[in-house]
């Protein structure tokens, strides 16, 4: 079956201004995560959504980034204002969302490359 | 405040012979331990895990082993293969640390296997 899809695969964008990323997850999984990974650094979770529970945000790095799952599929990743600092990979995952996440197998996406000038 | 470190940014090994991958973390509350696969362009793939209960698990090649005491797990890859050759991540949780719904991810080991 299909995997998690992320769009677009690439995108370059000039410093303030806003950009969008997308992210399609498997269909049937409760749990979405969006992480994002900097040159030399792990993955940094930003935030996850788990069904009609409010999300967990406690990764966001800044008021500048927000996120929103529409109809408990679809999300999509909004950095208002871009900086430099936030060229990055952002990947999406998902997960069936049936027990303490923590445990759960995370399924990626392949990432958006952004690149802030 | 990396909690889970991965020293070796690199690692090469010939075929056949056996990969260990080393992970150390610092909080005392992560009892769960992943292990994720990352070729280039691709998003990590979810290779074998442990609980803090076990301190070893293993799956076909792939043996996991877990030093409580000393913080620290390994990977081993035995017999290493060139399709091995990714980028590997050790990551923790911790249904107690406050954000059950948080994996922390060390910075990656990228393993080369030669012919």
């Known amino acids: 079956g299909a995997g998690v899809s992320q769009s677009p695969s690439n995108k370059v964008t000039e410093k303030g201004k806003d950009v969008e990323l997308r992210c399609d997850p498997i269909?049937?999984?409760?749990?979405l995560y969006w992480y994002r990974q900097s040159l030399g650094q792990g993955l940094e979770f930003l935030i996850y959504?788990?069904?009609?529970?409010?999300?967990?945000k406690s990764g966001l790095p800044s008021d500048r980034f927000s996120a929103e799952r529409t109809g408990g599929s679809v999300s999509t990743l909004t950095i208002q204002r871009t900086q430099q600092e936030d060229s990055a990979v952002y990947l999406c995952a998902s997960s069936l969302g049936d027990r303490w996440a923590g445990k759960e197998t995370q399924y990626f996406g392949p990432g958006t490359r952004l690149l802030v000038l | 405040d990396q909690q889970v470190k991965q020293n070796s940014p690199s690692l090469s090994v010939q075929e056949g012979r056996i990969s260990i991958l080393n992970c150390d973390y610092t909080n005392s509350m992560f009892d769960y331990f992943l292990w994720y696969k990352k070729y280039p362009a691709e998003g990590p793939t979810f290779l074998i895990s442990?609980?803090?209960?076990?301190d070893k698990n293993e799956d076909g090649r792939f043996t996991v082993f877990l030093n409580k005491s000393a913080k620290h797990l390994s990977l081993h890859i035995v017999p290493s293969q060139p399709g091995d050759s990714a980028v590997y991540f050790c990551?923790?949780?911790?249904?107690?640390?406050?954000?059950?719904?948080?994996?922390?991810f060390g910075t990656g080991t990228r393993l080369q296997v030669t012919l």
């Open positions: 990551a923790a949780s911790g249904f107690y640390t406050g954000t059950a719904s948080k994996l922390t």
């Open positions: 442990i609980s803090s209960i076990k």
């Open positions: 269909s049937g999984h409760t749990a």
């Open positions: 959504f788990q069904g009609n529970s409010a999300p967990d």
